[in-house]
């Protein structure tokens, strides 16, 4: 696959949900002896994130190297009095891209930092599509968002560990703190720990932008059996689209699990105007309804496999800072599929022609609009929309 180096012997564990994924990042920090990276879209200062936030104070009180990354946008509620307590607690805080009140609306801010990274010592880390928010207070008492993560462990630990201080490096250039840039000695331990082969891919703006789509189109293109992904903003381009189709048309089982709560109403009728067109091509469509779906994971063949932050849409493939895990290892792949497929038979509901909800005039036309306008803000923003028309 192009661009795409991977790593073997590796030991990679699936995380379902907040429940299993923040006990595991609070314990990692409570050992925590030299360095702590952590890179997050949303960090929300509920129960959740009041609990990390006092794990990393506590670790930087005792001697750890703590870096905080927030991403401008997505964390801007985060209260200034928390990071000024950070501060004082030895801790190192930065915003990717900050908001301010009369920021003017720029291409450029559209360009946002949706990763979520976790690296402790260079012995661990965290990755997927995990914000820290508390999934289990919400408005309407649903049960937690629908979401993965993944804890790795292994020599992949060597382009994590890479990617994360150079972030962290070009951020603090930005905002003149230089003295934040002196590196910790430490290194990534690369002795086998496993026996799984991974992959780390990203996506910026630079030498990776189409990294993470390119490794999900080949993997599309070479499947013989089966293709499952849950995502939770899905607006692919023309590509990933005809590959879906392709694959179809060949014979593969190709199953989508889709957001099915209302989240981001622009968004989700954009989606449904793709529909009719897959479905046609002989795709399977199940929207998720028990709660949000977060996820943006994918099963191919059972053996290939990915957990990350990236949706499949404008903003991620195109915008936003992502980083995807990729594996090829059968029992991984096969305990995300059978999770999913749990989903799609048990908290799910088919999407049919028959649905006349879906398909009504009203809804066709909400849908459609929906799309052009998206499509629309796209081109406004420079972008090339029409090698994204499906």
Not at 22 to 48: N, R, S, V, W
Not at 100 to 114: D, K, Q, V
Request: net charge positive.
């Amino acid at each position: 696959m192009r661009n795409l180096t991977f790593v073997d012997s590796n030991h990679i564990t699936l995380l379902h949900n907040g429940d299993e994924y923040f006990p595991e990042l609070e314990a990692a920090i409570e050992k925590a002896q030299t360095e702590i990276h952590i890179e997050t879209y949303i960090f929300e200062y509920d129960a959740i994130g009041s609990k990390i936030s006092s794990a990393l104070k506590r670790a930087a009180q005792r001697g750890v190297s703590v870096h905080l990354l927030l991403d401008g946008f997505g964390s801007q509620d985060f209260p200034r009095e928390e990071i000024d307590s950070m501060l004082k607690a030895g801790m190192k805080v930065l915003i990717f891209r900050p908001e301010f009140i009369f920021s003017m609306p720029r291409r450029y801010r559209l360009r946002r930092m949706h990763r979520k990274l976790v690296i402790i010592d260079a012995q661990i880390a965290f990755a997927g599509g995990i914000n820290i928010i508390d999934d289990q207070h919400n408005p309407e008492k649903l049960t937690p968002r629908f979401d993965y993560a993944v804890v790795i462990k292994g020599p992949l630990l060597i382009q994590i560990h890479k990617a994360v201080k150079h972030l962290w490096m070009l951020v603090a250039w930005v905002h003149l703190k230089k003295r934040w840039v002196i590196p910790v000695i430490i290194k990534p331990a690369d002795k086998p720990c496993g026996d799984q082969k991974a992959a780390f891919v990203i996506r910026d703006n630079w030498r990776h932008r189409h990294d993470i789509e390119h490794a999900y189109l080949d993997a599309i293109n070479q499947a013989h059996t089966e293709i499952i992904i849950a995502n939770a903003y899905f607006l692919p381009g023309r590509k990933f689209s005809s590959a879906l189709k392709n694959a179809a048309q060949r014979g593969v089982t190709v199953e989508l699990l889709l957001q099915g709560k209302i989240e981001y109403r622009l968004q989700h009728h954009a989606t449904q105007a793709l529909y009719e067109n897959l479905l046609k091509a002989g795709i399977k469509i199940y929207e998720y309804n028990r709660s949000y779906l977060h996820a943006k994971v994918a099963v191919i063949d059972q053996h290939w496999a990915t957990v990350g932050s990236s949706n499949i849409d404008p903003f991620s493939l195109l915008l936003a800072r992502e980083a995807n895990i990729i594996i090829e290892d059968h029992q991984f792949a096969l305990e995300l599929r059978t999770s999913l497929k749990t989903a799609i038979a048990e908290e799910s509901i088919a999407v049919t022609p028959a649905h006349k909800g879906f398909f009504s005039w009203r809804n066709y036309l909400v849908n459609w609009l929906s799309f052009y306008i998206v499509r629309m803000m796209q081109g406004v923003l420079g972008y090339d929309w029409h090698d994204n028309i499906p």
